[in-house]
Structures are given as structure tokens and as C-alpha cells.
């Protein structure tokens, strides 16, 4: 069963999706937790009625799709197959085009075929999209020349342009979020089933992008496939299960008027899915115990994440374990750990081992990009590639010496060949920063980049 593939939603249950209830009311509860980046909405009664609209609104996904991913995660976190997720770290409304959604998926697809080519593993595919239009910020307001302004929260709340009118929280970008997410979820349904993703097509993967290290090295394991491919046409295998792919959406659940809205009652069971996307996770800065985000999220069926910093402790693993999977369910829980190189070897060990000890069935999966994120002499917001190259390595180093499974990971990147990661093949030096840097939150990594990575991890996996 394909998650994006337009014959599912003709499956009954899936249309038994209603959106109020005493359960679905009881969500509301996370409004009397302590609340941390949330927007301050200007008009409350625009905010309420933007909400009441997407409550009216069809889901984006659907109950099941969220169990067999969940499945799949379990998977995973058995040594059975690898999560990898990427996209943008935060998507925008205006590059929400088709070609650029086409060249994040393509990336995604080559960096899956190197993995599963060179371990032999199935990879459960991701994708930051759809969704992940807001990012919580270090601070409340930005100051430039004396004048402060509301920090820009990404595309679902405000603009990028440092006006009052534009830095001024807008509850209707809740609707565009929904509009645009959907219309960017048709395009994965036509990319996923439509013949794009068909491994025979591995060769088309590579047209359109930039001659390079990564470029060369993914063509020749192309030519592999390819080899492969005709070598089983030759002993008759039917090759009608290559022409789609499972591609699921994810994203970071924290703007919970819209998490909140989107949410329905499932006919079959009974339970609350979150239905703005399959997979959501809870950040660093919002996974308190006692909070909003966490309340909210402990009361919805989806498979879930929660980013784990270095000051993570084993006690606060097992707690958020408790709230958010009391009932030890596999593949509905998700570590993603996102350490920094300098301290993942000092502080992972620890916790892997305390949840291992205890029994958890989780999955820890790595984010390499957020704790490596440093400033360049001419001020450009960025990563070393090096380093993250070295928390990946310790990743799976750490896990092979605790005997537990390194399951996925996490990456911030496009398909499009900007400069805003130093290193890599492509060399990119401070300079090079300034030849095309254009995201506007957190930099990613560009398409040489992100296959050098697959690369490294497809031969640490096979190592495993």
C-alpha cells in the first residue's frame, strides 16, 4: 500500500475521519500547559475562525497511512530496514514550486537507492515537506538599527521582510500552510506513483543536476542498478512493484493551533490522529514534560519523534517515554538526537544505554545538522561538512559498541545546488557561502553534499 497513491483514499475508514468529539475536545487541553513558540496571534477571534475553517477542511493524510508508517519505523528500529528523512529546514511559500519539490524528492530517491543498494536494506522515505513551514526561534523579537520587530517564525506565521506589517503574526497563514501543504502532497502523489520514482528510472535521477564528485559516484551505482535491473528482466521478474515508491510527509508539530485543527477521530478505532502530516516530531525547545506540546502529542495516534539536545538526561528519556508511549508500542516513538560532533561522544553513550536498559522499544535516529551550527567570519549562519560527517560516524560507532540499532536520519537539505554548508566535494569555502546562500532559518546541505553523506552511511551500514 502506497501512503500517497490516489486509489487508497477510496478505502471506507479512511473517509470515517470526523473532526469533533469529547476526545477530539479533550486536545484542547494543551492550552492549559505552559506554552512555549507559540505566535502571539493579534486577533483572536481571526484565530479562532481560520481554526474553524481548517477543522471543516479534509484531512492530508490518513489514519492508516500513519499506522503503516508506524510499522515501518518499527522496522526500523529492529535493524530491519532505515529511516531517512530529509528536506528543508524550513519551507516557504514561494519556493514551493514544482521543480523545487521535484529536486527534493530526487535527492531523497538517490540517496535511498545509494542506501539500499550498497546495505541491502530497505529505506523508509521521508520527507521534511508539507508541513514544516514554522521554526521556533532563540527569541521573541529581532532588533536591527533600534528598530525591534516580532522574530520571523517561518512562512505559517509571518514574512521574511523586517517591516511591522510583515513581522506581524497573520492566523490566515495557518490556511495558506494547509493549501499550500496540500497541493505539495499532490505533487509527491504524482512523483511517488506516476512511473518518476521506478527504479528503472535511476539513470533520469541525475538529468538536471550539477557534474561533480557526488554526480559521477551516484551514475556509476546507477550503472550497477542498472545492470541488476536487466538481469532480472532477463529471468522474467515483474517489475510492476518498482513503478512507485512509500513516501511519506513529516514535520515539526509546533504551531498547535494548526496541529490542534487538523486533527481527527478515526472510525476504526476510535484514536486521534494528527492528520496535518504521517510522522510529526517535538523539538528540543518544546519537549517539556509539562507542556503544551508534549500534552498535545501524548493524545495523538501518529507515529512520533522528539529531538534529544546534548543536555538530555537519562531520566528525561524515560519520562518522555512514559508520557508519550506509556504502552511501549513499536515503531510509535522516535529519539532523534542531535548532539553536536564535539559532544555525541561524551553524552550519547549514556542515554542509549539507560533506554536500552530499561526496555524501550524506540528508535534513535541522527540529526547531525542542528548541533554543528556555527557563525563564519563573514557572518553567514553554517555548518562544517566535516563535522557532520564525524556526528554521523559517532552514531553509528556509539550503537555498535552499546549492541542497539542506529535506525535513520535526519537531514536538513535540497535538491538544488546552493552554498551554504562549508566543505564537502564541492570544496565551498567562506567565500563560496556567498555565491548562492538562500535559505532564510538554517543552512542545508545541497545535493553533491547530501549524496556524499548517503554514501558514507550506505557503507557504515553495510559494516553493521
Known amino acids: 500500500m502506497n501512503p500517497l497513491h490516489h486509489d ?60 503503516q508508517l508506524s510499522a515501518r519505523v518499527a522496522a526500523a528500529a529492529r535493524g530491519e530496514a532505515f529511516v531517512l528523512m530529509g528536506g528543508d529546514c524550513a519551507e516557504t511559500f514561494a519556493e514551493s514550486t514544482a521543480d523545487r519539490i521535484r529536486n527534493k524528492i530526487r535527492t531523497i530517491l538517490q540517496m535511498s537507492a545509494v542506501l539500499t543498494y550498497g546495505a541491502s536494506m530497505p529505506v523508509v522515505k521521508m520527507g521534511r515537506m508539507a508541513g514544516q513551514f514554522a521554526k521556533p526561534r532563540s527569541g521573541d523579537t529581532e532588533t536591527r538599527d533600534g528598530v525591534t520587530l516580532p522574530s520571523y517564525r517561518g512562512d505559517a506565521v509571518n514574512g521574511y521582510e523586517f517591516t511591522e506589517a510583515s513581522r506581524t503574526p ?3 497563514r495557518l490556511w495558506r500552510m494547509y493549501t499550500t501543504s496540500a497541493s505539495t502532497l499532490n505533487l509527491l502523489r ?23 564528485p557526488g554526480f559521477d559516484r551516484f551514475e556509476s551505482l546507477a550503472r550497477d542498478i542498472d545492470r541488476a535491473v536487466r538481469f532480472m528482466a532477463a529471468c522474467g521478474y515483474d517489475f510492476d512493484a518498482l513503478r512507485s515508491v512509500e513516501f511519506y510527509a513529516a514535520h515539526e508539530a509546533l504551531l498547535l493551533d494548526y496541529e490542534e485543527a487538523l486533527s481527527r477521530i478515526d472510525s476504526r478505532t476510535g484514536q ?30 501518529n507515529p512520533i519523534g ?17 508520557r508519550l508511549d506509556p504502552e511501549r ?17 561524551d553524552r550519547l553513550p549514556a542515554l542509549v544505554e539507560g533506554v536500552r536498559d530499561a526496555g524501550a522499544k524506540v528508535a534513535w535516529v541522527t540529526d547531525p545538522m542542528h548541533g554543528n551550527t556555527i557563525t563564519s567570519s563573514n557572518g553567514y549562519k553554517t555548518r562544517r ?61 545541497n545535493h553533491q553534499q547530501s549524496l556524499e553523506l548517503a554514501f558514507l552511511v550506505a557503507e557504515m551500514l553495510s559494516q553493521r
Open 190 to 212: 504524482a512523483f511517488t506513483t506516476g512511473g518518476f520514482a521506478d527504479l528503472r528510472e535511476v539513470h533520469a535521477w541525475n538529468q538536471g543536476f550539477i557534474s561533480g
Open 8 to 67: 487508497h483514499v477510496a478505502h471506507e475508514h479512511d473517509f470515517s475521519l470526523s473532526a469533533s468529539s469529547a476526545e477530539l475536545d479533550a486536545l484542547a487541553t494543551w492550552r492549559d500547559s505552559p506554552r512555549v513558540q507559540q505566535p502571539s496571534w493579534p486577533d483572536e477571534s481571526e484565530r479562532a475562525a481560520v481554526a474553524a475553517q481548517l477543522r471543516t477542511a479534509p484531512p492530508l493524510v490518513f489514519a492508516g497511512e500513519a499506522d
Open 170 to 172: 497573520d492566523p490566515h
Open 306 to 322: 522528539v529531538k534529544l539536545g546534548p543536555g538530555t538526561s537519562v531520566d528525561d528519556a524515560l519520562r518522555l517515554i512514559d
Open 272 to 301: 486521534i490522529y494528527d492528520c496535518s502530516g504521517h510522522f510529526l516530531w517535538i523539538g528540543e525547545r518544546t519537549r517539556q514534560l509539562d507542556g503544551a506540546h508534549v500534552n498535545f502529542m501524548a493524545r495523538v495516534n
Open 385 to 445: 561538512f566535516e563535522d557532520i560527517l564525524d556526528e554521523v560516524t559517532a552514531f553509528f560507532e556509539i550503537h555498535q559498541e552499546l549492541g542497539t540499532i542506529p535506525a535513520g536520519l535526519h537531514m536538513e537539505l535540497t535538491g538544488d545546488d546552493v552554498t551554504e554548508v562549508l566543505g564537502g566535494t564541492g570544496s565551498i569555502d567562506e567565500v563560496g557561502l556567498e555565491r548562492r546562500y538562500e535559505t532564510l532559518v538554517d543552512p542545508r546541505l
Open 329 to 345: 508500542r513499536p515503531g510509535r516513538l522516535t529519539f532523534i538526537t542531535r548532539m553536536g560532533a564535539d559532544k555525541i561522544r
